[in-house]
């Protein structure tokens, strides 16, 4: 098997090394790519409306966000979901993600934007086996969601990706597939409980198993609980089936996972921001197994890899082209960045976006050959994302809105890390707090993301605490950790977590009161 692992390197090494190259040649390549994704606009609609004949006219496209650009994906629904390209390349599919107003998006995808991503995983795999663990089976595991309802309106021809691999071309799915780790028939398996047993059972079977990607380190942990808690159940169902010291291992009060999976190699995951507490406790769980933080990676579009060698995140520059916004709204090339200054990302890509805020925000940490490596610091935008539900302030207040919640004149959406959830403070409110977490419950519901999340037991239930006192003790808990009192702000959605002590206190003067 390792001279097969080899054999894959020996297939994508020519596309690892000619990004290798570039990354000598940042400013030329950006250059390139840009002329490139340039002409698809000219050819396009859109373009066309724009009036964009060449590059020279680039900073006349407008910096845009998705609402922007809503009308031009989806058309007018009221007229027979008419769309108007944004490319002159056929749409291959929809994928939906969480959008900035509403509870979902949809992403157009053509054969070239697919191509980006499948070069961002030749070049990272490649990566892998030069220089990261030595792999010797390549059992994978790619991170799978069941089908969960869809939404009333989508496009036509829409496609949910299931795994990390459905972004990938065919012909390299194909030549991965018989080192893939799947639950049986995943395609019916639409009962969340009936996935997570599938899942588990197809881990717990797979006893070569090297790697693990995945996005939300939650995610691995849900399923280690699920296991860890039907114990018996597994040792009956998975007599014969694994070996007898596997099955021991399984019965122990306390499962050694890394002896359980004693071929681990890897795990990809989310490591940065909220996800960084996760990834610790995995690390520790798995002490002999490389964890490591995926690059910035969107529904939108592949922007970064974690390669071993530069020691951080390299963009590709080869596929996206890239622009950088700083905190006084100018606009900076790949080039023309500093180390250590922050900046928010607006990308150009070959699906159908030009010039797009996605909201990630990031740092430049170093220099690799001639390319900047850009660390994600979370989105510029307020978005709350715990486990990759991605709340955004303009969905959560349309979803408050709701609520029906007149007499309430101090609300606020926390979010709260031990369990994973959703606090919200009012300071009063006609309903009762059940009553009120119920309905946000299933107003928060309506981005795919986070009810996603809640089906998955990634996110418990939210809570509703309600109280005239919910203010003030705000307020004092922020002049405890040095604020000013009449600078402190509440907004609709609060981004960073409550801390579990403060979680705790604020609990127990809320009750000690009622």
């Not at 697919?114 to 490649?126: G, L």
């Not at 040792?235 to 071929?263: F, V």
Request: aromatic fraction near 10%.
């Amino acid at each position: 098997m390792r001279q097969l692992i080899q054999l894959f390197g020996k297939i994508i090494e020519p596309t690892a090394k000619r990004f290798d190259r570039a990354l000598n040649r940042p400013q030329l390549i950006q250059e390139f790519v840009q002329r490139e994704i340039c002409d698809r606009l000219i050819k396009s609609e859109y373009g066309k409306s724009l009036k964009i004949q060449s590059v020279a006219d680039w900073q006349r496209i407008p910096i845009v966000d998705y609402d922007c650009l809503k009308p031009w994906i989806l058309g007018k629904e009221n007229e027979q979901r008419r769309r108007i390209p944004l490319t002159p390349e056929p749409i291959l599919f929809y994928e939906k993600t969480s959008g900035s107003t509403g509870a979902i998006k949809w992403i157009p995808y053509t054969r070239s934007l697919r191509k980006s991503f499948n070069q961002m995983f030749c070049i990272w795999a490649y990566d892998l086996i030069q220089n990261g663990p030595n792999f010797s089976t390549g059992k994978l595991y790619a991170c799978i969601s069941p089908q969960l309802n869809l939404p009333d309106f989508q496009p036509e021809n829409t496609l949910s990706l299931q795994d990390d691999l459905d972004y990938l071309d065919s012909w390299l799915r194909w030549v991965l597939h018989p080192w893939l780790v799947m639950p049986k028939n995943l395609k019916n398996l639409h009962n969340i409980n009936t996935f997570k047993h599938q899942l588990s059972l197809a881990l717990l079977q797979a006893e070569d198993l090297e790697i693990i990607s995945i996005w939300s380190p939650s995610f691995l942990q849900i399923h280690l609980k699920y296991i860890q808690n039907n114990q018996a159940l597994f040792q009956k169902e998975l007599q014969n089936k694994i070996s007898y010291k596997r099955l021991k291992i399984l019965s122990e009060p306390q499962i050694n996972w890394q002896q359980l999976w004693s071929n681990l190699k890897l795990i990809s995951c989310w490591d940065a921001i909220n996800a960084a507490d996760g990834a610790k406790d995995l690390r520790s769980q798995f002490p002999q197994v490389l964890v490591q933080g995926k690059g910035l990676l969107a529904t939108e579009a592949p922007m970064t890899i974690p390669l071993i060698e530069a020691n951080g995140y390299v963009p590709l520059i080869d596929e996206v082209f890239f622009e950088f916004e700083d905190d006084r709204s100018e606009i900076y090339k790949l080039d023309e960045l500093s180390i250590n200054q922050e900046y928010t990302i607006i990308l150009s890509q070959k699906g159908g976006l030009y010039r797009y805020r996605i909201g990630d925000r990031i740092r430049v940490t170093s220099i690799y050959h001639q390319t900047p490596c850009l660390e994600f610091l979370g989105r510029a935008t307020a978005i709350s994302d715990l486990v990759g539900e991605k709340l955004q302030e303009n969905f959560v207040c349309h979803s408050l809105a709701d609520l029906n919640l007149p007499e309430t004149s101090f609300k606020t959406l926390i979010p709260v890390t031990n369990p994973p959830h959703y606090l919200l403070l009012l300071d009063r409110a006609k309903e009762t707090p059940e009553t009120l977490a119920k309905n946000l419950d299933i107003a928060l519901s309506k981005s795919p993301q986070y009810q996603r999340a809640r089906l998955l037991t990634q996110l418990t239930p939210p809570e509703v605490f309600i109280s005239p006192r919910i203010p003030e003790l705000l307020a004092l808990d922020g002049v405890r950790s040095g604020r000013i009192w009449g600078s402190i702000k509440y907004p609709i959605l609060t981004t960073k977590p409550m801390t579990d002590e403060f979680f705790a206190r604020l609990k127990f003067q809320l009750q000690s009161n009622s």
